[in-house]
């Protein structure tokens, strides 16, 4: 969350220069080499794609916990109690409306631009009412869309696997994924796209061990935490450990 890059440039070529033998769970050998992903916000600077809806794997998750991911990571749950609590089911119903009309309509394919279509939409939401009181969720949405490093397409993912971040494959592959996210200009988005990062992660571990596969020890490592710290982090400190995700956090602030 500063950006650093002698840091950046050590972890690259530890990473690169790594090798190892895996025993997979049929009790064969694979030969591994490491791999390293990168993913920043900053105009003109070269970015792997990260398009974290594809993390979440609709077939694992209903729509209500989805909708509880992205609310949570874009800070959009508010909590409870009178007024803060109205403004969160306004969110949530119309992110599971919009969801829902993506997943059927769109064969499963969830982007943040197509979100923001079905949002605007009285097909997708019918009361217009509806639609004006889910402003701030809509404007969240329209101000990540301004960056294509959070789009990804099918033939993307399929074509060329190594320069997209999926958590799932992060994990099976033991990749090593470097955020630069400079809060200096950009603390809003920033604070949203790291959350996203962070809440994919957990979600892939959490699903990894209900499908019945080995648990992957990883390492959440985040410097300048105070800039992305918020209620919605909470969770992901009271339950990440059980899955495999240990935290390291680095923080300066008055």
Not at 103 to 132: C, M, Q, W, Y
């Amino acid at each position: 969350l500063k950006g650093d890059p002698a840091l950046f440039h050590t972890v690259r070529e530890e990473v690169l220069g790594r090798r190892w033998t895996e025993t997979t769970s049929d009790g064969s050998t694979i030969e591994r080499a490491g791999e390293f992903l990168f993913f920043t916000l900053e105009k003109g600077f070269a970015s792997d794609r990260f398009n974290p809806f594809s993390s979440l794997d609709p077939e694992r998750h209903t729509m209500t916990q989805l909708c509880q991911i992205i609310l949570s990571s874009l800070d959009l749950n508010h909590g409870a109690g009178y007024g803060r609590s109205y403004y969160t089911a306004r969110s949530r119903q119309a992110l599971q409306l919009a969801l829902k009309h993506v997943v059927e309509s769109r064969g499963r394919a969830v982007t943040f631009k197509n979100l923001e279509e079905a949002l605007s939409s009285k097909v997708a939401i019918r009361d217009p009412h509806a639609r004006r009181e889910a402003f701030q969720l809509l404007a969240t949405i329209q101000a990540l869309i301004e960056y294509p490093q959070l789009h990804t397409t099918a033939d993307l993912e399929r074509e060329h696997p190594e320069h997209v971040i999926h958590m799932p494959r992060v994990l099976e592959r033991r990749q090593v994924v470097y955020f630069w996210l400079p809060t200096i200009q950009e603390s809003i988005s920033v604070r949203e796209v790291g959350q996203l990062a962070l809440y994919a992660l957990l979600s892939a571990a959490i699903d990894r061990q209900r499908a019945g596969h080995d648990v992957r020890q990883s390492y959440l490592v985040i410097d300048e935490f105070q800039s992305i710290a918020s209620a919605g982090f909470k969770p992901i400190l009271q339950q990440a450990r059980q899955f495999g995700v240990a935290a390291i956090l680095a923080n300066q602030t008055p």
